[in-house]
């Protein structure tokens, strides 16, 4: 496997599963394919899980790491191509990504939508200029429109979870005073359809995800609705495809409450976190034992350790 | 141990001197016990001594070490319970020390005191919060009102370097331009009250520390009286306890100059740095072969280290 | 060898050379003098490859390496002696430098030049300060004049890639948007004067570097005429020495395009990065199968790797 940006870099979503679970069970038994290896993480963006358990899976494996703030601690990168570099951009992502790609056996890179141009957001602009210009395997560590390892950790955690074979998994919007992008409800979509359970996507009228990947889930917009019976509630914000980058911040009886939750079956709570509390989720709900926010982010670690060791063995 | 916050978690702060002085002596020569551990530590606020020394401990012992400017590098925090998150702060502090705990077998954390609340300071608000939400043994970094580790330190100094048994130990007040926290001093107070020294305090009038710390100690308004057959001067500003927070960089005879260290026993000069020159010292004390600061400095390491360990061990 | 600041501190560059490449053949074959050493690395100023090579460097050598950003981070530095700190610096290099040498056993500082006051800059103010009160050996990361690491792993670039005995080296200048150090150019001649290749530098008049570096060298203020027959092109922009941190932008007929390279002898074009495309160098050029600026790049590991294992071994 050469990188990791999307659910279709798999090649059987099951034994990746599995092995994550081995992984869990014995996280230092796999250093002899770490020991001289280096990982870089490059950040665009802020992080915290990403970072630090990133950092752990590869510790884990005995791989070396170097983290990096590129914007701040580097150059600012210029994005574009044949442009004339005579303003304020002092490196172009092409020498960025090829010079990194010296220095490291696996290159981990954030970067963030800016949700003011739908077509350049989705074409991935960045992480494939990246990619490009990388001579050693990319791993995502949240792009424009997809954040593959906090949906792998999601998959572990109702793994683990799940008491019968088919949970019906919801994922429902929530309100939020800014304008955040698509990047953890696609990619959980696109997990999701993947794995063994129903799943169900609630959010208002003009929050629907791109059709690329609600295409053949049910997409609900009364979101009571969506919740009866419901296993697995993940609750996200984002903001419009539709009317790309709209917020709808008013819309605050889409909070996930405890009488939300008493119309699912027992459900458990998800999200990726960092969370708004009290406007995504209320405190009642989070702080209770229902809620798997914690063991999603611990399996943050394992879901990047697979990914970091699969590279590693350089197996598929 | 559970926790590292004050010389109230120590069971017998003899025995912690003994360890740190074994330490030094074989720094790593514990390896074993770090194995496969992680220290992470997390920044509110700058640091340099702190930041490299506690590293340095942990990679002595074979951790391994992961940094983070929690502000600048993730997001910004919600202090507060209960909060309707929709302005500016992105992530709760519990869920941040919960997260955070995942990936981390320790967990240090440095916060300031913003000295506009005395109460709210003097309650380690920010400590007690992250504390309570986690998982993990956490060593303060200094909090707002406390900085165990810099005293350690201290007391590890005064330990190889006194010539006597009960040396006389003043701890004076010195000018500053800027409203400092009360923290190195306070937690130095409560540390030599348990040390085999005659404790001093020195300070203008209006400066004095909290009665939790003075009690028992000698304070004196006149510097000069205080000096007077010390044998270890430990110089340092703090902004008023009693007007919380007011400064007086115009007391500039309050400064540690060459005439007022000539009226102790030859003593030595501290300072936990970093250190404004010609304002708390002059160049000729801080420069002269009976400063201390870069020894001070040294055994942050092994302070921080012993903490380490004993965490480690699981032994108090 | 007690510091690495310039091509002055190798005591037989051909030496040095040899071993950079059998460091380069074995990178992970020394490991026995780096464990339970730590470099720390110090930024002052803004780095990629210096900051990600070096610590590869180390990670190599079996050390341990702690990075820091010593003005954000940490605080506010006073370069200055004799100083009445009451203004807005923080902490005195002095202290910061000694500090530092407790927690480390080799310290790499990068710290740029102000191209305000020419005597400041080539006192090499700051470097020098640093190594006054540093108790440990110091790499220079990038000084205000010299940039030895870069040239080192130049000079390896030339060697491994050279076809003819002695390569005719061409220097250019060529233009940029911002005032920048001479450090590179400086740091190109000194090096090269010590290889085994026939140097030429070319700028426009105003532009020559100083008769300190140049003496011996052809200085040509036609371009096309010291391009003719090179085998190695080396670009790089550099703000005036004589008129002191003038820019000249508009001199755009000095870019290196591919009829400049087209009057080389084949030649290679190299450049130490970032650079500004389309105006240090066309596209067409850095693109083309004889730009060498990732080679200088991964270079830049295996000239850090012999720097510091000399340090490690402490031979000259």
Redo the contacts between chains.
Sequence with gaps: MMNFTSVKDLTNINAWLKKALEIKANP?GFQEFGK?K?L?LI?LN????T???T??AA??LGM?V?V???GT???SI?MT???????GS???I???A???????DIIGIRTFAELKNRDEDYSEKVLTKFIQSAKVPVVSLESATLHPLQSFADLITIEEQKKITRPKVVLSWAPH?RALPQAVANSFVEWMKQADVELVITNPVGFDLSPEFTDGVTVLHNQNEALAGANFVYAKNWSSYENYGQTA?NLTDWTISKPKMDLTNNGKFMHC???????VVT?EVI?SGNSL??EQ??N??YAAQTVLLKMLQNVG
């Design positions: 230092f001289n280096t870089g950040f802020p992080s915290l899980r970072r630090l358990s950092q752990k510790l884990n070396n170097m990096m703030n590129l601690e580097g150059w210029e191509d044949g442009t004339v570099m005579d303003q002092q490196e172009h092409k020498e960025a090829g010079v990194i790609s010296q220095y490291c005073p911040p976190l960092p969370v708004r509390r009290n406007v405190d702080d926010v914690l982010a611990n943050r670690t």
